[in-house]
């Protein structure tokens, strides 16, 4: 059974910087696609970054380009989201997703992936 948990979520400053972390349960994470996505309060999910199984190949949400970094270490069957230059419009549950077919295809779709954490709160003060 493959196990996703988010940590590292916290309350920040503006323009301040977090990173998240998701440690991955299961022999096959080094197969994985990884994504992030988050979601705010009565908002939909948003995507946020996905990374190819190998972190070749990478792609972001819009709004994150530039701010937003996502790594893997496959040894630690960890993947990471580093963000800069937080703004309040951060704010949100940041949850971590795998995808058993390791590309990053329609990546922004919830529905493309099979397992996910259950999430971990950013919240960025003014």
């Known amino acids: 059974q493959v196990q996703l948990l988010e940590s590292g979520g916290g309350l920040v400053q503006a323009g301040g910087s977090l990173r998240l972390s998701c440690a991955v349960s299961?022999?096959?994470?080094?197969?994985?696609?990884m994504g992030w996505f988050r979601q705010a309060p009565g908002k939909e999910r948003e995507f946020v970054v996905a990374?190819?199984?190998?972190?070749?190949?990478?792609i972001y949400g819009d709004s994150m380009k530039g701010r937003f970094t996502i790594s893997r270490d496959n040894a630690k069957s960890t993947v990471y989201l580093h963000m800069d230059s937080l703004k309040p419009e951060d704010t949100a549950v940041y949850y971590c997703?795998?995808?058993?077919?390791?590309?990053?295809?329609?990546?922004?779709?919830?529905?493309?992936?099979?397992?996910w954490g259950r999430g971990t709160r950013v919240t960025v003060s003014s």
């Open positions: 990374s190819t199984w190998n972190g070749v190949n990478t």
């Open positions: 997703a795998a995808d058993r077919l390791g590309n990053i295809g329609l990546a922004d779709r919830p529905s493309r992936y099979d397992y």
């Open positions: 299961g022999r096959t994470f080094s197969t994985y696609a």
